[in-house]
T-cell receptor, first 118, second 111 residues
Framework: GAVVSQHPSWVICKSGTSVKIECRSL??????MFWYRQFPKQSLMLMAT?????????EQGVEKDKFLINHASLTLSTLTVTSAHPEDSSFYIC??????????????FGSGTRLTVV | GEDVEQSLFLSVREGDSSVINCTYT??????LYWYKQEPGAGLQLLTY?????DMKQDQRLTVLLNKKDKHLSLRIADTQTGDSAIYFC???????????FGTGTRLQVFP
């Protein structure tokens, strides 16, 4: 249980275009979702926290106009990288809080999206 | 991850035990987690421990928590080649819903 599906797994886009990454909770309602960015051989850096039906809360240093987050339903959150540039190339991972009634406690993670901007 | 530190690399022989260490700084931590990440993949939850516990054992995994020293460790018994991955500890802060990740430890298991 408590599975999060993230798509696409990888994407290559041209510089200046926008890319949307989807994160879906398959068997539970995800009130809160998180978006992380991971550079090669580095840790996960929290970018933003999204709550269903409200604006996302961005971490310091993250450009909210560049990384648009939408959490319009209890099962879907999207991250759109707008006007992507090569420095946006990274591994993006979404996560959701597992409801307290679930078997596992804590957070479940998507499989990640590798974005390459050329 | 600057508040949660881990050693970067650990190499062990197959069949031996692995011990991965983690130190954190925030005294309001409520839960601490261990995650496993294989190349190009997301994170797999291995285990977690509440901050009022000292130890938790789950099959081959043993978690030790020294809250006074803010030190967390993960022991993997009978380490197998399939255990080769990056291991992250993560710290859940009280009154927030955020997970702060450690720097990650790359575990390499050799025959």
């Amino acid at each position: 249980g408590a599975v999060v599906s993230q798509h696409p797994s990888w994407v290559i886009c041209k510089s200046g275009t926008s890319v949307k990454i989807e994160c879906r909770s398959l068997d539970f309602q995800a009130t809160t979702m998180f978006w992380y960015r991971q550079f090669p051989k580095q840790s996960l850096m929290l970018m933003a926290t999204s709550n269903e039906g409200s604006k996302a809360t961005y971490e310091q240093g993250v450009e909210k106009d560049k990384f648009l987050i939408n959490h319009a339903s209890l099962t879907l959150s999207t991250l759109t990288v707008t006007s992507a540039h090569p420095e946006d190339s990274s591994f993006y991972i979404c996560s959701a809080s597992i409801p307290a009634t679930g078997v596992d406690y804590g957070y479940t993670f998507g499989s990640g999206t590798r974005l390459t901007v050329v | 991850g600057e508040d949660v530190e881990q050693s970067l690399f650990l190499s062990v022989r197959e069949g031996d035990s692995s011990v991965i260490n983690c130190t954190y700084t925030d005294s309001s931590s409520t839960y601490l987690y261990w995650y496993k990440q294989e190349p190009g993949a997301g994170l797999q939850l291995l285990t977690y421990i509440f901050s009022n516990m000292d130890m938790k054992q789950d099959q081959r995994l043993t978690v030790l928590l020294n809250k006074k020293d803010k030190h967390l460790s993960l022991r993997i018994a009978d380490t197998q080649t399939g255990d080769s991955a990056i291991y992250f500890c993560a710290d859940h802060r009280e009154n927030t819903d955020k997970l702060i990740f450690g720097t990650g430890t790359r575990l390499q298991v050799f025959p």
